[in-house]
């Protein structure tokens, strides 16, 4: 029997899967990601939690396929980052350092790049070669698989969706720096943002209150049928789905799997994204289907498995 190891390295916990190479999830659990001294324990404490997993389930080195990594930054197709936000890592040789550590064959990836290979691996995307995955959190990501494989890029930088500007009227500065950036519209905190710029022109006719506001308040508004509510959401919509039919023209997918906590709002979203990307969309791509993404936090277990059975 051959397995391999799914690793997911998050600024608060790490997420590991033992995988059967044929696609089965053994087991799953998680560590604590221990950020402190630039972060250098992480990856000896993950070794170590592998290390500890074979001896356990009695499995050697030469039954385990391999360990796939993905990382919460840009990874080149070396399995080198050269920074992070919240590992405490500046340039870090993973895959060299995690080979060296356990002995075993080690691949690394962006974890939104990983997690868009879990799903179409057995997620939302199964089945499927050519797809784009946005994650709506309090961030936007993404990953673009084409015929099978995501697109890294020179820096490993490659489908960062959150990044494409489509506003360029913006004038307050994204996170990365730049200004009107998807993510400052179509992310938790940018769903916020437009219903608070909304409220500040008019509140009198909605029950959504200033000092509640958040996403979620704003989709569930909506169910209600609140006239405000749905005002914000067909903004959102506009920005999403019009991003996406620019992605489309480039990378011609099968299907778009929305996922992240936005998505937790259902098949009302859907709607909205996917009416507006037919009115911008190339004719090729106009009957590309938009999904929910199914495999939640796993995504990123699966998504690394899958770097190593290829």
């Known amino acids: 029997m051959q397995y391999c190891f799914g690793v997911d390295i998050g600024g608060t ?49 030469l039954q385990i396929a391999g360990i796939g990594i993905g990382i919460p930054a840009p990874v080149d197709d070396r399995g080198i980052v050269q920074n992070t936000a919240n590992l405490g890592w500046g340039y870090k040789e993973v895959k060299r350092e995690m080979g060296e550590l356990t002995g075993l064959k080690v691949k690394a990836g962006n974890d939104a790049n990983v997690a868009a290979l879990g799903e179409m691996w057995l997620g939302a995307g199964k089945g499927q070669k050519n797809m784009i995955m946005v994650t709506l959190g309090t961030g936007v990501g993404g990953g673009v698989i084409v015929n099978g494989c995501p697109i890294v890029g020179e820096n490993g930088a490659g489908g960062e969706i959150g990044h494409i500007c489509v506003n360029y009227e913006e004038d307050e500065t994204c996170g990365c720096g730049s200004r009107g950036c998807l993510e400052q519209y179509t992310s938790a905190t940018g769903i916020t943002r437009l219903a608070r710029r909304r409220l500040e022109k008019n509140s009198s006719d909605t029950v959504l209150k200033k000092e509640n506001l958040s996403a979620k308040a704003v989709f569930d508004a909506l169910k209600e049928g609140d006239k405000a509510a749905e005002e914000i959401v067909e903004e959102f919509g506009t920005y999403l789905g019009h991003a996406m039919a620019n992605m489309a023209a480039i990378t011609d997918p099968a299907v778009i799997v929305i996922g992240g906590g936005v998505s937790k709002a259902g098949d009302i979203l859907l709607k909205y994204v996917e009416k507006h990307f037919k009115e911008r969309a190339f004719f090729a791509n106009k009957e590309t289907k938009f999904v929910l993404a199914e495999l939640g936090n796993d995504a990123g277990i699966c998504g690394a498995a899958k770097l190593i059975i290829g």
């Open 13 to 61: 916990t790490v997420k590991m899967g033992l995988f059967r190479t044929e696609g089965t999830l053994v087991e799953k659990w998680e560590i604590k990601t221990r950020t402190e001294n630039r972060g250098e324990a992480i990856l000896p404490d993950v070794a170590a939690s592998l290390k500890s997993k074979m001896e356990e389930k009695e499995i050697g080195h």
